[in-house]
């Protein structure tokens, strides 16, 4: 296995099991915050997973910078729907918020729908990765 299998394995198992602890921390009623916050990294390890997978360089580090580039190489390209850059887009904006603004507070509702995109997002991601366009 090449180092670039390894990282692409692990990157994949990581958005796996992110968002399986998202399921989990749901069912336990954990806060929606942190719901929210795994929900979303579920999504962005499955993101790396593909740019590792279609050999997309990504020299940033910035999370806006990882989705633009999401967004140029899948959705505008036509890999993707455009309904997933909207996914990823609003749990990057929710977690972010709730990380980092104060008094903000997310609903069970909230959380509930960033569980069930997240799951929607990293099957879809599967299916890319299977057919391998």
Do not use: P, W
């Not at 997309?56 to 997933?84: P, Y």
């Amino acid at each position: 296995m090449t180092d670039r299998e390894a990282l692409f394995t692990y990157r994949l198992r990581q958005a796996e099991e992110t968002l399986a602890e998202t399921v989990r921390m749901q069912e336990e009623d954990f806060s929606a915050r942190s719901v929210v916050n795994r929900a979303y990294y579920a999504m962005f390890y499955a993101v790396l997973a593909l740019f590792i997978r279609f050999d997309i360089e990504h020299k940033t580090s910035k999370h806006s910078g990882v989705i633009s580039i999401f967004d140029q190489q899948f959705v505008l390209a036509g890999k993707m729907e455009r309904r997933f850059s909207r996914m990823l887009h609003r749990l990057f904006v929710a977690r972010q918020k709730a990380d980092y603004k104060e008094l903000v507070e997310l609903s069970r509702e909230q959380a509930g729908e960033a569980v069930a995109q997240a799951k929607e997002f990293v099957e879809a991601v599967r299916e890319l990765l299977s057919k391998g366009i």
